[in-house]
């Protein structure tokens, strides 16, 4: 649902771009006195600057919060801990099945180039997210708190089939 919501918007406001270039291309041909022009229009600068100021914080304030960015200072070692090496293109881990309500530490790196690591639950809802760089390793702390299947996908393209690095992880019910 979510998603189809973001492509009409995205398709409506490409429509509405793409109407405003073809008016303006086919208008361009059109000689006309600028000065009344350019004070009519001038105008609306200021609030249209102010409106889209306003817009940004907004849209700032209310995405920044859900960023699934876990965070990472204070986190201490854990029990249960997965290798991830990321490859052109697909997924190693040493281990495919942990346990919820426990803390998972994903040792993330690459062996090539930089990959993104996003952990997605079966609706495609991102749980988390890291990054595989070569020669360093990341430390991402994530507690699973649903048992299921996750999805480990790419997020950073990363040449011709990086839509293909897709992983599973098993999350088992929690341990009584
Ligand atoms: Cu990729």
Redesign the pocket.
């Known amino acids: 649902m979510k998603h189809e919501l973001i492509l009409f918007v995205s398709v409506f406001f490409i429509a509405v771009l793409t109407a405003v270039f073809v008016y303006v291309y086919f208008a361009s041909n059109k000689r006309r006195e600028f000065k009344p022009v350019k004070e009519k229009l001038y105008g609306y600068r200021p609030k249209l600057f102010t409106f889209l100021i306003l817009m940004g914080f907004g849209v700032a304030v209310g995405t920044l919060f859900e960023f699934p960015i876990a965070k990472q200072a204070g986190t201490k070692p854990v029990e249960q801990s997965i290798k991830v090496t990321g490859y052109q293109?697909y997924w190693v881990l040493d281990k495919t099945e942990v346990y919820a309500n426990e803390p998972v530490e994903f040792m993330i790196k690459s062996a090539d180039v930089n990959?993104?690591f996003g952990i997605y639950d079966e609706d495609l809802v991102m749980h988390t997210q890291g990054q595989a760089m070569p020669q360093y390793t990341n430390r991402l702390v994530h507690t699973f708190k649903k048992p299921g299947t996750y999805k480990l996908l790419?997020?950073?393209?990363?040449?011709i089939a990086?839509h293909n690095?897709v992983a599973a992880l098993t999350v088992l019910p929690a341990k009584e």
């Open positions: 293109w990959h993104g790419c997020l950073e393209f990363c040449g990086h690095m």
